[in-house]
């Protein structure tokens, strides 16, 4: 079996699995999207959605953010971590979105990363899951449970995005993504996975290692 078809498997098994593939992050427009992916590194997306309702309630959009006091940021967010950091890159990544892009997220890869704070993860998924383009999101979950696959052999995140963009169907990558997560949390757990509830467990190169 190729690493193309043995994606193909994993794709298929996994959409039968968790056949509603959606971001747990809770957001309600493109920009609350990035600002909750945003907050979510170093944190939990549970945490990030008991936040983030109080602080889209004070800046619902970017022209609001990028007029935000960062001390008052700081506080809304304190619970997630790095909070001077986020609040900082957020306020100047909100002002860039509205002096540059007329209060609108953009859609092309060079142009999210070009927003204070946002990286290669968060502009996967604002492509993925606003604009509805081929996207790999290659978060903890992705890049574990795709090693254990043996569909990559690298840890690093740009690596592991271009290869599986290499083996995914442009039209289900976005959603394989956000099931990977799913199973992550619910199945293949980092340090007591499930392997015998596993779905894939038939074409999964660390639970065939094992037997």
């Known amino acids: 079996m190729t690493k193309k078809e043995k994606a193909a498997f994993c794709a298929a098994a996994l959409k039968k699995e968790y056949p509603d593939a959606l971001c747990q992050l809770e957001t309600r427009t493109p920009f609350e999207l990035l600002v909750a992916a945003r907050l979510s590194a170093q944190c939990t997306d549970a945490r990030v959605n008991v936040v983030t309702p109080a602080l889209f309630e004070r800046f619902p959009t970017a022209e609001a953010f990028a007029e935000a006091d960062a001390g008052e940021v700081e506080e809304l967010i304190r619970s ?14 909100s002002k860039r979105i509205v002096s540059v892009y007329g209060g609108k997220i953009p859609d092309s890869m060079d142009d999210l990363l070009s927003l204070p704070g946002v990286g290669r993860k968060t502009a996967n998924l604002i492509l993925g899951d606003v604009y509805q383009k081929p996207a790999v999101v290659a978060d903890t979950h992705m890049i574990r449970i795709s090693n254990l696959l043996g569909l990559v052999s690298v840890k690093d995140p740009k690596k592991v995005e271009f290869e599986l963009r290499e083996l995914l169907d442009p039209a289900e990558s976005n959603d394989f993504c956000h099931r990977c997560v799913l199973h992550g949390r619910a199945v293949c757990i980092a340090r007591r996975p499930r392997c015998g509830q596993c779905v894939m467990n038939s074409f999964c190169d660390a639970f065939t290692d094992t037997r």
Not at 80 to 93: P, Q
């Open 80 to 93: 997630c971590g790095f909070f001077h950091t986020k609040a900082r890159e957020l306020i100047e990544a």
